[in-house]
């Protein structure tokens, strides 16, 4: 029996633990997600770790605190499973910046190339099913170096992370020219002038961020990597240029460190609005009326899985 509109007198935090018990839930979320949800999920982490997790699960629903790319490729992953997600609306800039009509006009057009496609995971079900292959920040490098060496490569859609990759590799490639909103506001002078203040702080930077301030990174990684490289860094500081969600993980899991988020030239650091959309009270909700859901046509859920699968195969 679930506990539809009854208050237990326990917290907000303390029902949706409970409703995820009588729902056999299990609740995932991204690094980026506010604090409150962070600190209730089942696992908490990248776009890579959160993949694997959507894979693996036994329980009967996926409460996905994350953005739809994310929700939506745990339920091409899991068809009979109902995957939920707090607000809908919950989208990403990169995923906008490549629709699926203009990918497949785009390959017709240059159907002579034979592309091998590989979609970073910010994307939509529709590009998913055009592509060769899948990645994540986590794995762009190993899944370009897996690439058929006779094969012309198209990178979608971050050409930030695609020139990343390429700079790693020297794998020549086409990049689609998205980007995410967020990572590009950072700039050579915002965080050249917070480096100036912490000197002795390394620089962490997420691969979706410009040339120039990768070129000032000691580090470019995805988030869940942030965490490794901080924890096994001698350092005391660190400046951290990603999406400020990223903070809250960082300072819980290690405390004795210092955390600098990276500034904007407009803001003392940057969030994803679309991240920020998911909040408890819309967690409860989706938890209690088990909705808003993702639906995906079986065809078009089918196609897409399979470069996913062929990503989850690679990383391992
Ligand atoms: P990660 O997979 O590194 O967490 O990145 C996801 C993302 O959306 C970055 O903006
Ligand atoms: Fe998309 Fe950027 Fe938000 Fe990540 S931070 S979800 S890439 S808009």
Aim: hydrophobic share 45%; charged share 25%.
């Amino acid at each position: 029996m679930v506990s539809a509109g009854v208050n237990f007198g326990l917290d907000l935090a303390g029902e949706i633990k409970a409703l995820k018990r009588e729902r056999n839930a299990v609740i995932l979320a991204h690094n980026y997600q506010i604090p409150e949800l962070q600190d209730l999920a089942d696992y908490v982490g990248d776009s890579l770790g959160l993949s694997f997790q959507a894979a693996k699960t036994d329980a009967e629903v996926i409460l996905f605190c994350g953005v739809h790319f994310m929700a939506e490729t745990a339920k091409i992953l899991n068809p009979t499973k109902k995957v939920i997600l707090p607000d809908l609306d919950a989208g990403c800039s990169l995923s906008e910046s490549c629709p699926p009509e203009k990918l497949q006009a785009f390959l017709a057009q240059h159907a002579d190339k034979s592309y091998y496609v590989i979609a970073y995971i910010n994307c939509s079900a529709g590009v998913k099913a055009l592509s060769d292959v899948i990645c994540t920040s986590g794995n762009a490098e190993k899944i370009v170096r897996a690439a058929p060496a006779d094969r012309n490569i198209l990178f979608v859609p971050d050409q930030n992370l695609g020139a990343w990759v390429i700079e790693r590799t020297g794998r020549r490639m086409d990049l689609w020219q998205g980007n995410c909103y967020v990572h590009i506001e950072f700039t050579a002078r915002s965080i050249g002038a917070i480096h100036a203040e912490h000197p002795g702080a390394p620089v962490v930077a997420h691969p979706e961020c410009p040339f120039a301030v990768r070129l000032l990174a000691d580090e470019v990684c995805s988030t869940e990597k942030m965490i490794t490289y901080c924890k096994e860094s001698p350092a005391r500081a660190f400046i951290v240029v990603t999406e400020a969600g990223m903070l809250h993980r960082l300072q819980k899991e290690i405390p004795s460190k210092l955390f600098i988020p990276g500034p904007t030239d407009r803001c003392a650091c940057a969030e994803c609005r679309f991240m920020k959309m998911n909040t408890l009270e819309k967690a409860h909700a989706a938890l209690l009326n088990l909705e808003p859901e993702i639906i995906l046509p079986e065809q078009l859920r089918a196609r897409a899985e399979a470069p996913i699968r062929r990503m989850l195969e690679l990383s391992r």
